[in-house]
């Protein structure tokens, strides 16, 4: 095993509030990056792997990784792109339509998007007001300007929105969507968007909810990507932290569930706050003990599965795997299944092909499988590990 600790650092106070007692919870073992699918050339040498350990804020109820990879190292073959997923896009069409009935008034308002991708959402709007993607990845920023959507290639952060404020205005709004959770530095990013943000604006996010995590969505959705899990208790800390006040929030079924939230530099909570915060509190997501639970049941789980698949080999079954999802590699490594346990890997996902065919044909999850290809017959294994299927998270 290489266990590179050179481009990690240890996060020792809590991004939101800096509390300095955090709490570990689950240790899911040195893994390497779950989006680190290798080509041929790269099997040859050892992959690099890094802690993944989880830890809790008791103060403001923030879930957290313990250790940060270099974000070089994690997005340096950054691949995802959101329009090759239809959920996705179907959602991202549905928050358009929410965001111009609710919120545009007139075609010189602007939408900014930071963590844009390819600007499957902000194509959606354009016609009906102006938008501008902010994200650093040069691959999908390209694919975004091809559809219209004018992009910034840039983290955004106090400095770029002060350069987009200068430049383009204030924004009406600014949206977020599944990007909080890969924020090391979110303190700079909420001054941006206090900068950037009108003062009758709205700041809507979306994240994956930690009461989803924990609850239906389990541990496989634990990877060093994702930095922090919310709830809402940590969200409304870190607005109230900014001045920023969370008027309304809703749970959509997305990634699972994630949070939105919106949030506003004046205004009251509405009672979808009132409610969701009374919710997260009767399922115990402010207190400690909930998580060493959930730590308990997923040792358990990892236990159980390891043991079947122990027995299934000894009694020379053959077992196939289905599906490449990325919290599936959380999966893979937590149980450390290999190449002996599981003989090959089958894809069938409709939805998730043209993903793989753009970005990921040919290439190899390495710590586990000996192939990662298209199935376009039938195998006669007899037992078959169903790796999770999210819509890409």
Known sequence: MNLVVTRVTVQRQCRICGNGRLIPILDLGAQPPANGFLTARQLKRPEARFPLVVQFCESCSLLSLRHTVDSRVLFKNYRYETGASAP?????????????????????????????????????????????????????????????????????????????????????????????AHIDDVHDVMRGITALLRPDGVFISESHWVGNLIGEGGFDQIYHEHLSYYSLHALRCLAHEHGLVVTKVELVPIHGECLRVSMRKQGVSGA?????????????LTQLSIFLTFARKADKTRMTLRQLINKLIRKKNTIAGYGAPAKGNTLLNYLQIGKRDIALLMIFYAEEIAFLDSANMNTHSKHSLKTLSHATRSYDDRYCFLLPKPVHA
């Open 88 to 180: 996705l896009v179907a959602h991202f069409a549905e928050e358009a339509r929410m965001i111009e009935r609710q919120f545009i008034r007139n075609k010189s308002d602007l939408v900014v998007e930071f963590g844009s991708n390819d600007g499957a959402l902000l194509s959606a709007l354009k016609g009906t007001c102006r938008v501008l993607g902010v994200d650093p990845a040069k691959s999908v920023a390209t694919l975004a300007k091809k559809r219209g959507v004018l992009t910034v290639t840039a983290f955004f952060g106090e400095k770029s929105a002060e350069r987009i404020r200068k430049r383009y205005g204030q924004a009406r709004v600014i949206i977020a969507n599944n990007v909080f």
């Open 272 to 284: 979808s706050v009132k409610r969701l915060l009374r919710r997260e509190k009767s399922l115990g």
